[in-house]
């Protein structure tokens, strides 16, 4: 299965050396097969992270860098951490 990490949404993972009421979440946007979006987010529901293309299991493990609080982030520099497995199992 070809998949492409488009985009970074969003991100509101708290910083690393700030103190936060919230910890905060990232979503992706991944182009798949036939050019179907998905939305996939890392944060306190798993199902979030989760999307199912034919009889593929889609999981967002990781995103980095990790947001810092004197470092603004260039969308150009995350990494997407992604697994994949059957739905079958």
Request: one cysteine or more; aromatic letters at 6%.
């Amino acid at each position: 299965m070809h998949v492409r990490f488009s985009d970074v949404v969003s991100d509101s993972r708290c910083p690393s050396g700030a103190q936060c009421v919230w910890a905060g979440e990232a979503t992706i946007l991944l182009t798949a097969a036939g050019g179907q979006l998905l939305s996939l987010t890392l944060d306190a529901d798993a199902e979030k992270a989760m999307a199912t293309v034919m009889s593929t299991r889609i999981t967002l493990v990781a995103l980095k860098p990790y947001p810092s609080v004197n470092a603004p982030m260039a969308k150009g520099n995350y990494v997407a951490t992604l697994r994949f497995g059957s739905t079958k199992d």
